[in-house]
T-cell receptor
Framework: DTGVSQDPRHKITKRGQNVTFRCDPI?????LYWYRQTLGQGPEFLTY????????KSRLLSDRFSAERPKGSFSTLEIQRTEQGDSAMYLC?????????????FGPGTRLLVL | AQSVTQLDSQVPVFEEAPVELRCNYS??????LFWYVQYPNQGLQLLLK??????LVKGINGFEAEFNKSQTSFHLRKPSVHISDTAEYFC??????????FGTGTKLQVIP
């Protein structure tokens, strides 16, 4: 299977702990996106990378959140000092932009529960 | 910035009946439109997309959608639904680059 993969699929943590999620994009894709999805809502954009450069961050991304894509391949999303409001599904997507056209392909997500 | 509206949060439909899931988007100079499906506890799977060309787009699982620029709509249709189509469907729009804006989703419940 050569789709987008995410690890772990589920994470339960206590409030105040740090968590880190990993995303492995489709290998030839140069863009990688992180989204957050809460219950009853569509995914909301958090941040994206083109190769290793982080080009945009949403206002949703507080300074407790940090994302990296050190070699332009896999990416990590870290949440420090987790809060109950961080409980959500975190989705990763990758794409290959061709001209102005781009289609994002999503991974299975990491579901985070903060107790 | 793009915005996407899915007015129907839930749509119940009997098996083998036709269905239409509505989506409206805010107009933009250029817009690319997508429908994704999400099964419980899973990520999003691309159903179909409109980038350019023919306004009638066919996707996987027998779904199709029509891009209507004058009505700024991109409704999803299937002539005969199956139990396995029960899922949440998200309409999404992009200005051609960067982030995709999603609607709030429509839960399709197929009744046997």
């Amino acid at each position: 299977d050569t789709g987008v993969s995410q690890d772990p699929r589920h994470k339960i943590t206590k409030r105040g702990q740090n968590v880190t999620f990993r995303c492995d994009p489709i290998s030839e894709h140069n863009r990688l996106y992180w989204y957050r999805q809460t219950l009853g809502q569509g995914p909301e954009f958090l941040t994206y990378f083109q190769n290793e450069a982080q080009l945009e961050k949403s206002r949703l991304l507080s300074d407790r959140f940090s994302a990296e894509r050190p070699k332009g391949s896999f990416s990590t999303l870290e949440i420090q000092r987790t809060e109950q409001g961080d409980s959500a599904m975190y989705l990763c997507a990758s794409s290959l932009r061709v001209g102005l056209q781009e289609t994002q392909y999503f991974g299975p997500g990491t579901r985070l529960l903060v107790l | 910035a793009q915005s996407v509206t899915q007015l129907d949060s839930q749509v119940p439909v009997f098996e083998e009946a036709p269905v239409e899931l509505r989506c409206n988007y805010s107009s933009s100079v250029s817009v690319y439109l997508f429908w994704y499906v999400q099964y419980p506890n899973q990520g999003l799977q691309l159903l179909l997309k409109y980038l350019s060309g023919s306004t009638l787009v066919k996707g996987i699982n027998g779904f199709e959608a029509e891009f209507n620029k004058s009505q700024t709509s991109f409704h999803l249709r299937k002539p005969s639904v199956h139990i396995s189509d029960t899922a949440e469907y998200f309409c999404a729009a992009s200005g051609g680059y960067q982030k995709v804006t999603f609607g709030t989703g429509t839960k399709l419940q197929v009744i046997p």
